[in-house]
């Protein structure tokens, strides 16, 4: 190894010296290209603190390639008027030559050619003097040089002899123990470590997973809510929400062209529903429009998954005897919209539905801090709304520490008795419910502007990557 | 919900008090209203138009208040601050008042019968000796818009038309024509139109074109003229330009047509509350007389006041508060509603006036006195509700399989339910008549043309975003698919799928593959045909020729997995190779402990409720037969339900081909409502069920499918006796057809050509010692014969020392020869044999 040879050579020489060697001058008294010691210094200082190096350029006068060049073979025009025989030379001849060009302007000002511009046969080159004195030779062209060295001094443990250092701990320095006398190279602690090679979960389903989680410690039962092809009966009609609401447009709704229509429908309760709407009942004036089957059976992508609650409550109503329960299901829902950074056609909706004996607005606003103190929001208050299937309507505020303000995150009502007596739940039963989106928390917990960046195809896996885990707490 | 812009000034002048933007927003967030926006006219059109334009425009602050889609009463300035003046105690709430012209008959409107065609209903009133300013002008033409956009539905269920009375004369009729026989002068153009001119000059006009639809393929088109042929209005699309209001109008007649009139009432009531303020005498109405075609006739405005009575019991009750019936009394009339305890107990009388017809209900009521109470300040209570939660056993699945597919290696990803037809079927190498796909009707973008049928595209989709990602990408995804399903009241049902996709460099089969055996080995189905999982050999256009596995579980195709095609891969504009793994994760449910519930309902209601007035009820159920015993079997068990579904897998009928009573019968005969796991069954059941009204008009069945159930009718030997024979033949001849139809079954079953799993086996027999005749051995060897064993070439092996060890090869039928059974039998050639090992095992 003769990089080795090298740097003990010089550890020994920075052990003689007083104050330091230079790089150059170790190099040129070796014999050696200045690159194989600077080389060698590297290795050194790779060791640790056996030596120290310091970086210096010194500068200094030498012979360009020319200046070299012409020193040892004549300025151009010598050369010049030592390549034209007696006889003369043909100028294109001349011009072949390197230094012809050149050295030939330089020659015939110094008169010692001619041209004669008319012999036959093209230009011709004569010697016009016997002989000439090159004085350029001796005036060559020098050119400043910077050469940078090291400046080489003792470390502060300093040693001639290089011992090799380990990078890693081995099996076999553990069995025979000579990890004891190895020394072994530091760590470059600043580095990152390697990722581990793993799997992620998408962060919308984290939150996700914590929301389940929450309104299974608050003892709720998750609806089955695998169903998106829904009729507008369930989705609308049985939540008296009228047939020319606005949200059964086609601007709002995904309608379905196959299947296009629902065939079965408890008929009984059906019959209930249209009387609902059109005549009133139950204490109610009713909405007192023609209520149309053909409109109820149309099918549609759910626009909400109390449709689902619907269904649920209407299956409650049919038990022998009423049971109180406590309902929640997070899943997709569908709207026709414009889609915009915060809009798409589908999302999920989170929802909480009791229904019991004698539930008041206060128990809607006592339940609504519960849950909503589990995600770590303490600061509520509620402002009257208007939604067609409950009443008293809720819209929950919570107070933005960030943005300072109050903001929406949520919606919450009492279900109205037009909606529950026609399923044919007790009287004194009352159902309180709420909801929110899953994306829009999302995105607030993990600093996400576009939805398009969270949910969908064009999500960037990098960010799913580097999503930290759902603690909705902090 | 609905934005009224009001100015500022204007408002706090009218309620008396100047208020900073926060104490009126928060003004406005306890009376149900949001103020949304705090900006300028300038503001609006230099937002909207650019700053050019704005130059000129109004510096005068507008607030934008949101109100709630039912309060129509509070749309415009006047009703938002009559609202709030009742509301903060500064005003009483003004009682509307119909009056009779002073002098003189009403205004009559006549409405012809030829109306009924296109737009049945019209109602009308006059606002008498009205004084206008610019601002009651703008806010009398805004109220119209925004009633126009809400309750009228764009004009479609109501169209208001507001005159100058002093110049037209009624009586006024409305009535129906073809469009080419009306002409007039619309409001702002300066000549006649015929109103087919007209449908087309409005074409481009921004505003009105949205409204010609509704009567434009009409054969006739709505129109009502004064009593000398001038045209008022052509509803619902524009006035005559005669009759239009200016601010110097002091008699406003007020019409509305309508397709609903209900909605007409109310809008009516609507303009004439909110703008009889400003009459000569404030809050009074003149009415209008409305003659029908058969001479019936009604006077309007309605201005109904309907009484209602509750209990301040029942708003505590509900509420969650405690307060006397007199201060509930006074809530309810800070919100308009005028009440008084009448004395008898703690009741109420609420008085609810015309203005709010969003009151329909004691709950409304109840709502009304939270809100005056305010809903911030109702105490917070907890209910006592007790139950235990349960997950919806399909998702407690899907929670836990993602958790170790993602330690597992897999990333997570979550794509759209819906997308393109493209998608689920060209990009894939299929039909899109082949997917089961629900079509969506009215798409705005190609990209929610359908509901995905798999979970595929979305993730070669988020490969084809990811693609400066790392290679290996390693994504899947759990959720569900969309598929058409007759048996579901909707036609159409979700699978929960699991799909996973490697993509890298090299196909990678055996990572996917890997995957679906950890899966497995999650859900605990060990690798075994029969009640194990495999997979084998399918085709499939998805997929690489000769690159498509099918996955069975317990003996059911669960799902697909294998190299993607080429093609398949360019379409979705990948570049490497990419295998995929696709599989429905339902069958893996088990059997949870959890109360299973469900989304679907019961058709039939067993309960009955007491409910008001409820009608007499369809029809009383038929009695059920005692027996379950059928040509098939008895239908109360799993077999005989087995053996009825078999038959129903290629029959609509139980006879012939359209339902009979013998169809009837065995539906009778079924206690309850088959499981889905027979979905043959299923289908004829949930079809028969729909037969249940008409079912007495069924026509008789041939032969005889319920038999009697023996067993309970052993006593009544009087009966046995009677219809002895009849009863002997005919359950012979079922016992024949029952025979015939099993036999028919199994001989279709048998026809479909069985595919019988084999493998191919190397054995290495090494013989006792060194002196064993080989040849004897081999012979032995091959003496063991079984069903499903062949055997194959040998040869000898030379293994040291001069032995030779028997090669022999063999193949065999995997469920009925095992390895060990023929290790067993050759080791039994004790005198020959030492040790047999299997040296090489495929599976063909």
Known sequence: MADAGVAETLLRRIEKADGGVDSLDVASSLGLDHQVVVGAVKSLQALGDLISAEQRSSKHWELSEEGTEIAEQGSHEARVFGSIPLDGLAQSELMKLSFGKIGFSKAMSNKWIRLDKTHEGGPRIFRTVESIQDQEKNCVAEMLLTVKSYWITKGPSFSTTITKQETELTPDMIANGSWKEKKFKPYNFEAMGVAPDCGHLHPLMKVRTQFRQIFLEMGFSEMPTNNFIESSFWNFDSLFQPQQHPARDAHDTFFLSDPALAHEFPQDYLERVKKVHSEGGFGSQGYKYDWKIEEAQKNILRTHTTAVSARMLYKLAQQEKFTPVKYFSIDRVFRNETLDATHLAEFHQIEGVVADYGLTLGDLIGILYQFFTKLGITKLRFKPAYNPYTEPSMEVFSYHEGLQKWVEVGNSGVFRPEMLLPMGLPEDVSVIAWGLSLERPTMIKYGINNIRELVGHKVNLQMVYDSPMCRLES | ?844
């Open chain 2, 1 to 844: 919900m609905p934005t009224v812009g009001v100015k500022r000034d204007l408002l706090f002048k009218a309620l008396g008090k100047t208020y900073t933007d926060e104490e009126f927003d928060e003004l406005c967030f306890e009376f149900g209203l949001e103020l949304d926006e705090i900006t300028s006219e300038r503001e609006i059109i230099s937002r909207e138009q650019g700053d050019s334009k704005a130059s000129g425009a109004s510096d005068v602050i507008l607030y934008k208040i949101d109100v709630p889609a039912n309060r129509y009463d509070l749309l415009c300035l006047e009703g938002l601050v009559r609202g709030l003046q009742v509301f903060k105690n500064k005003l009483e709430a003004p009682r509307y008042r119909r009056v009779s012209p002073v002098s003189g008959e009403p205004q009559k409107l006549f409405i012809t019968k030829e109306t009924a065609a296109v737009r049945p209903h019209a109602v009308a009133a006059v606002l008498r000796n009205i004084t206008f300013t610019q601002e009651r002008y703008d806010s009398f033409i805004e109220l119209q818009d925004k009633l126009h956009q809400n309750i009228c539905r764009k004009r479609s269920l109501v169209a208001i038309g507001t005159h100058d009375l002093d110049t037209i004369s009624g009586p006024f009729t409305y009535t129906a024509k073809p469009p080419g026989d009306i002409s007039f002068k619309p409001l702002n153009q300066t000549k006649e139109y015929t109103a087919t001119q007209l449908m087309s000059l409005y074409k481009t006009d921004s505003h009105l074109k949205h409204y010609l639809h509704i009567i434009e393929d009409e054969p006739v088109y709505p129109i009502i003229y004064d009593s000398n042929g001038i045209v008022l209005s052509m509803p619902p699309i524009i006035n005559g330009d005669h009759s239009k209001i200016t601010l110097k109008t002091k008699n406003v007649f007020v019409e509305c047509t309508a397709t609903d009139l209900t909605k007409a009432k109310i809008v009516l009531d609507m303009m004439v509350t909110m703008f009889s303020e400003y009459c000569s005498q404030p809050f009074t109405v003149e009415e209008a007389e409305v003659v029908y075609p058969d001479g019936k006739t009604c006077k309007y405005p309605e201005l109904a006041y309907r009484k209602e009575k509750l209990s301040s019991e029942f708003i505590n009750r509900k509420v969650g508060i405690n307060e006397s019936t007199e201060k509930i009394a006074e809530l309810l009339t800070k919100m308009c509603l005028r009440s008084q305890a009448t004395g008898v107990g703690d009741e109420i009388e609420v008085e609810i006036p015309p203005t709010r017809s969003d009151v329909i209900h004691a709950c409304d009521i109840m709502e009304d006195a939270a809100m005056a109470y305010g809903f911030n300040n109702v105490p917070q209570t907890t209910p006592r509700t007790y139950t235990v939660a349960n997950q919806f056993p399909l998702n407690k699945l899907t929670e836990l399989l993602r958790q170790d597919l993602a330690a597992a290696g897999f990333t997570e990803a979550l794509n759209f339910a819906l997308c393109s037809e493209e998608d689920v079927a060209d990009k894939l190498g299929k039909k899109i008549s082949e997917t089961r796909a629900v079509h969506i009707s009215n798409p705005k973008t190609a990209e929610f043309q359908v509901a995905r049928t798999t979970l595929l595209p979305g993730l070669l989709k988020t490969i084809a975003s990811n693609r400066k990602m790392p290679l290996p990408l390693k994504l899947f995804e759990i959720s569900d698919v969309v598929l058409k399903d007759e048996t579901k009241d909707v036609g159409a049902r979700n699978s929960r799928r699991f799909c996973a996709v490697y993509y890298n460099k090299s196909p990678g089969f055996e990572v996917i593959h890997g995957l679906l055996d950890r899966t497995m080995e999650l859900l605990e189905v060990k690798s075994a045909r029969g009640d194990g999982y495999h997979i084998q050999a399918a085709e499939d256009s998805t997929f690489f020729p000769g690159r498509c596995a099918e996955i069975f579980a317990r003996g059911k195709s669960v799902g697909r997995l294998g190299v993607l095609h080429p093609d398949v891969i360019n379409r979705f504009e990948l570049t490497m190779p990419c295998s995929a793994l696709e599989m429905d994760i339902e069958p893996f449910l088990g059997h949870t402990a959890e109360t299973p519930l469900t989304h679907d309902v019961p058709m039939q209601e067993v309960i009955k409720h007491k409910f008001p007035t409820q009608g007499e009820s369809s029809q009383a159920p038929s009695s059920r037969p005692t027996s379950t015993k059928t040509a098939f079997g008895d239908v109360s068990t799993a077999a005989g339900l087995k053996s009825l579904n078999d038959f129903l897998a290629d029959k609509s009928y139980i006879e012939g081909f359209a339902a009979s009573q013998a169809d009837m019968a065995i539906f009778d005969a079924i206690p309850s409502a088959p499981c889905s796991t027979f979905c043959h069954l299923m289908r004829w059941y949930n079809h028969m069920k729909s037969f249940q009204r008409e079912r007495a008009s069924l026509p008789s069945a041939k032969s005889q499918f319920v038999l009697q159930a023996t067993a309970n009718d052993a006593g009544d030997d009087d009966d046995i006796d009677l219809f002895g024979s009849d009863d002997e033949a005919e359950s012979a001849e079922a016992d024949r057809i029952k025979e015939q139809r099993l036999a028919e079954y199994a001989a279709k079953k048998s026809k479909k050509p069985a595919l019988v799993a084999k493998s191919s086996i190397l054995l290495d027999v090494k013989p006792w010692d060194d002196e064993t005749n080989m040849a004897e051995l081999e012979q032995r060897v091959r003496s063991v014969s079984m069903d499903g064993l062949l055997w194959g070439q040998s040869k000898l092996v030379p293994v040291g020392y001069g032995i030779k060890k028997l090669q022999i090869g063999c193949v065999v039928e995997d469920e009925k020869v095992g390895t060990d059974l023929l290790e067993e039998a050759i080791t039994a050639f004790e005198d020959y044999v030492q040790s047999v090992d299997v040296a090489a095992f495929n599976k063909i």
